[in-house]
C-alpha cells in the first residue's frame, strides 16, 4: 500500500482495533490478530466472528478471497474471506486490512485465517488473479484448487485490447464464448487457436499470458473441482457480493465497521429470510417423480428449485445405452435434435453410482439431467443418499459437521480454548431449536440444563486449569513469530514488546 494511502487511514486504524478489542472482551470466541510491531501501524490485521467461523465449519468447502476494496480506486485497503450458505447466498469466514503489500503479507493472512478456522483447509478458493496471492495460496494452500476470477480477466483483457474491442466489435462475444461455452479441454483449444487466427492475434502478449495461465480461469479445466457454481456463468462476476452496497469508493475507515456490521446483518437477515421461505412454503411440484417429492422435503429452496429444473429436463434428454460390460453400463444421453452435444454417463447399478462427462455434480454439488436421466431409464425412484450434499440441505447447519468432500482436512489433535468454545456453541444452538419445540419440551430442556451448569459449576471447581487455558481465558495473547519473512512457526509468550504478530481470543 502506498505512504500516502496509508497516512490517509490516519488514527481510522485505531478505530478499528478499539472495535475489535470491544467485540473480543464481549465474546472469547471473536478472533483478530495484528501482523508487525507493537505499534500496530505496519501490519495487516484479520478478524473473524463466532458466527463466521462457525459458518465455516459448515459451508467452508469452498472460499472466495475478495480483494476488490484493495484498489486505489477505494479508500480502504478491505479484504473479505466468503462462501455460500445451503441457500446459495454469501456467508462472511472474515474479514481483513490489508496494509502491506508483499507475499509474506498474504502469507501471513492466509495462515491467520487458516488459524481462526481450526487448520481446516477448503477444497477450493477463487481470487482476483494476483501474482502475490496466487504465490501466497500455494505456499499455504497447497493442495487447494486456486481459480482466479473470470469476470476480472475479462475486465483486464478489456482494458489491455482496447483496440481490438472497438476495432473488432464481435470479438469480445466470440472471446466469451470461447471461454464460457466450450466444455471440455479439446473444444477450448480448438476454440482458442480458431479465435486467435480469425482476428489475426495470435502473438499478442496478453492472450498469450492469459492462454498460459488458462488452467486457473478456464472452467473446461475446472469442471472437476466443488466451487458451488449452478452454472459456468453464474460466478462471472464481481467477488465482492457480500458487501456491494455496503462499502465503495466513498466508504472512509472510520465508516467501515458501521458498513460491515449492516452487511452482517442484512445477509443473516435474508438467510433467515429464506429458511423461513423453505420449512413453511411448498414448491409447486412439475412431476408425479417420487424423486422430486423427496428432493423437495431435503433441499433449501433455492437448490431445490435448480434440481427441479434439471429433472425436468430429463423429459427432454432420453438415455440410450451405448454399452454394457456387465458391471458397468454407459450410456449417451442428449437434447433432441441437439446430438451433437452428447454427455456420456457410466452407470454402475449395483453400487448405484453414476458420473457424467459434464461434471456438474464435481463441480456445483447438484446433480446433472445426464445422470437423471438414466436414473429415469433404469427405474431409480429415489436420489441416492450420494448424490445429496448436506451443505444444500435444509438440515446444512444442523447435526455433526463433517465434511463431505474427498479433500484432506487436517485438526489439530489438542483442541484449543477456541476450539472447545465452538463445539459447545454448536450443540447449544442444537439444544436451543430442539428444547423451544414445546412448552413441555422446554420445561424438560431448562430443569436438564439448570442440573448440567450444577455439573458444570462443581467439576469447574474440582478441575485443576492448565496454563494454556489460564492464559487464554485471561485474554493473554498468542503470538506468530517469524521465521525469515514467509515462514511462521505458533508459539505461547508473555512477552510483548518484540512480536511479529499477535493472535486474540
Known sequence: MSATRHRALG????????????????????????????????GSIFWADATS?????????????????????????????????????PVLFGCALILND?????????????????DRRPISITTDPDRLIQMAVTQVLPETRLRFNRWSIFKETQEKLAHIYQSQPTFEIEFKKCVNETETINEFESSWVSLLERYFVMDNEWLQSMYNARQQWVPAYMRDTFFGDFSITERNIGLNSFFEGFVNASTTIQMLIKQYEKAVASWHEKELKSDYDTINTSPVLKTPSPMEKQAANLYTRRIFMKFQEELVETLANPATKIDDSGTVATYRVAKFGEEHKAHTVNFTSFEMKANCSCQMFEHSGIICRHILAVFRAKNVLTLPSQYVLKRWTRNAKIGDMQDEHATELPNNSRESLTDRSNTLRQEAIKYVEEGAKSIHIYKVAMDALQEALKKVSSAKNQSPVSAEDGALSNGRNQE??????????????????????????
Open 11 to 42: 488514527g481510522g486504524v485505531n478505530h478499528v482495533l478499539d472495535y475489535l478489542r470491544r467485540m473480543q472482551a464481549e465474546n472469547p470466541s471473536f478472533f483478530y490478530a495484528i501482523q508487525g510491531d507493537n505499534d500496530h501501524t505496519g
Open 53 to 89: 467461523r462457525m459458518n465455516y465449519a459448515y459451508f467452508g468447502d469452498t472460499v472466495i478471497f475478495d480483494t476488490t476494496y484493495r484498489t486505489n480506486r477505494y479508500r480502504v485497503p478491505f479484504a473479505s474471506f466468503t462462501g455460500l450458505n445451503h441457500h446459495g447466498q
Open 102 to 118: 508483499s507475499e509474506a503479507s498474504f502469507a501471513w493472512l492466509f495462515q491467520t485465517w487458516l488459524h481462526a478456522m481450526s
Open 480 to 505: 506468530l513469530h517469524a521465521a525469515g519473512d514467509t515462514e511462521t512457526v505458533a508459539c505461547q509468550s508473555a512477552r510483548g514488546s518484540h512480536q511479529s504478530a499477535f493472535y486474540f481470543y
